[in-house]
């Protein structure tokens, strides 16, 4: 059975940082590319990053340069980096990979 597990939320002020992590479980970690994505209520979930499996990162133009994805095979994690948090990046993000399996998010909150 697939597993993803998302941590690592919580709330941040304006200009803060957060790390996420998401830990698999249930197939071949290391051969997977795996995906960030955040959704708010109401709303389509929105792609955030993708990291290969060879270690090539993607970023949406909305986390460029204040996000960043790596990944622990070893561990089966994979993290997102956030720097910089802005109001609108408020939202549940959870982790996907390419088969459309998700983890079941964190909550993340950016609020002065």
């Known amino acids: 059975e697939v597993q993803l597990v998302e941590s690592g939320g919580g709330l941040k002020q304006p200009g803060g940082s957060l790390r996420l992590s998401c830990t698999a479980s249930?197939?071949?970690?290391?051969?997977?590319?795996m995906n960030w994505l955040r959704q708010v209520p109401g709303k389509r979930p929105e792609w955030l990053s993708a990291i290969k499996k060879d270690g090539g990162a993607l970023y949406a133009t909305s986390v460029k340069g204040r996000f960043t994805v790596s990944r622990d095979n070893a561990k089966n994690t994979v993290y997102l980096q956030m720097n910089n948090l802005k109001p609108e990046d408020t939202a549940v993000y959870f982790c996907?990979?390419?088969?459309?399996?998700r983890g079941q998010g964190t909550q993340v909150t950016v609020s002065s």
């Open positions: 996907a990979t390419d088969e459309g399996f």
């Open positions: 249930g197939f071949t970690f290391g051969d997977s590319d």
